[in-house]
C-alpha cells in the first residue's frame, strides 16, 4: 500500500482564493482525520470521519473551513477564502476501526502558504 | 474534551546519554497513548504506544510508561544517537472505539549533542 496519499504537496495562493486539499487514505482504513500544524499550535485536529461521516468537527477553526469524504478512498479540505493566517501544514491521518486504539497512519502533508 | 500536556519543549542531551519526555492528559477515560517522531519536513510516524491496561512497554532503546491514576505518561530514549533528533509528539485517544482522533502535546524538539 502506498501508504496516506495528500495532494498537492506545497500550494501557495492569494488572500481571498479558494484552496482545495486532497486526501487518499490507506484502502480498508475507515477512519480518517484531518491536523494542522503551526509552530506556535502544534498538531491541531480539525476534523474527523468514520464511514464517511463527519464525527467531532469541533477543531475546525471557522466557517471558511469545510471538510468532506463523498467515499471511503477521497476526502477533501477546503478553504474559502483563504486568509495568511491559514498558512500551516495540513495532514492527513487514517486507521483502522473496529480495532481499537490502532496507529494513525500521517500522510506527508500540504504546506499551504497564502500570501 | 482530551487536553495533553508536554515538556519540555525542548530538551538537549549529551549522545549516549538518556531522555526523558513527560506528558499528562485530562480525560480519565483516555485509554491509548501513542509517541510519533517527526523529523524536519517530514510526516509524524508512530514510534511507540501503550494501552491503559498496561504501566510500561519497551522497545529496544525506547521505552514508555503510564500512571493512569496520575494521568501521566513518559518517553524514555536510552543510549541516545545522533539520528535521534527530531520532534516527538505524544499523544492521547479517549472514549475508545478508535473514532476519536488523537489530542497531541506541542512537541519536543531533541537535539543530540555529539
Known amino acids: 500500500d502506498a501508504g496516506v496519499i495528500q495532494s498537492p504537496r506545497h500550494e501557495v495562493t492569494e488572500m481571498g482564493q479558494e484552496v482545495t486539499l486532497r486526501c487518499k487514505p490507506i484502502?480498508?482504513?475507515?477512519?480518517l482525520f484531518w491536523y494542522r500544524q503551526t509552530m506556535m499550535r502544534g498538531l491541531e485536529l480539525l476534523i474527523y470521519?468514520?464511514?464517511?461521516?463527519?464525527?467531532?468537527d469541533s477543531g475546525m477553526p471557522e466557517d471558511r473551513f469545510s471538510a468532506k469524504m463523498p467515499n471511503a478512498s477521497f476526502s477533501t479540505l477546503k478553504i474559502q477564502p483563504s486568509e495568511p493566517r491559514d498558512s500551516a501544514v495540513y495532514f492527513c491521518?487514517?486507521?483502522?476501526?473496529?480495532?481499537?486504539?490502532?496507529?494513525?497512519?500521517f500522510g506527508q502533508g500540504t504546506r499551504l502558504t497564502v500570501v | 474534551g482530551e487536553n495533553v500536556e508536554q515538556h519540555p519543549s525542548t530538551l538537549s542531551v549529551q549522545e549516549g546519554d538518556s531522555a526523558v519526555i513527560k506528558c499528562t492528559y485530562s480525560?480519565?477515560?483516555?485509554?491509548?497513548f501513542p509517541w510519533y517522531k517527526q523529523e524536519l519536513g517530514k510526516r509524524p510516524q508512530l514510534i511507540i504506544d501503550?494501552?491503559?491496561?498496561?504501566g510500561e512497554k519497551k522497545d529496544q532503546r525506547i521505552a514508555v510508561t503510564l500512571n493512569k491514576t496520575a494521568k501521566h505518561f513518559s518517553l524514555h530514549i536510552t543510549e541516545t544517537q545522533p539520528e535521534d533528533s527530531a520532534v516527538y509528539f505524544c499523544?492521547?485517544?479517549?472514549?475508545?472505539?478508535?473514532?476519536?482522533?488523537?489530542?497531541f502535546g506541542k512537541g519536543t524538539h531533541l537535539i543530540i549533542q555529539p
Open positions: 470521519f468514520n464511514n464517511n461521516v463527519p464525527i467531532d
Open positions: 501503550i494501552r491503559s491496561n498496561v
Open positions: 484502502s480498508g482504513h475507515n477512519s
Open positions: 491521518a487514517s486507521s483502522q476501526i473496529p480495532i481499537m486504539n490502532t496507529e494513525a497512519f
Open positions: 499523544a492521547a485517544r479517549g472514549r475508545g472505539g478508535g473514532a476519536d482522533g488523537l489530542t
Open positions: 480525560d480519565s477515560a483516555s485509554n491509548y
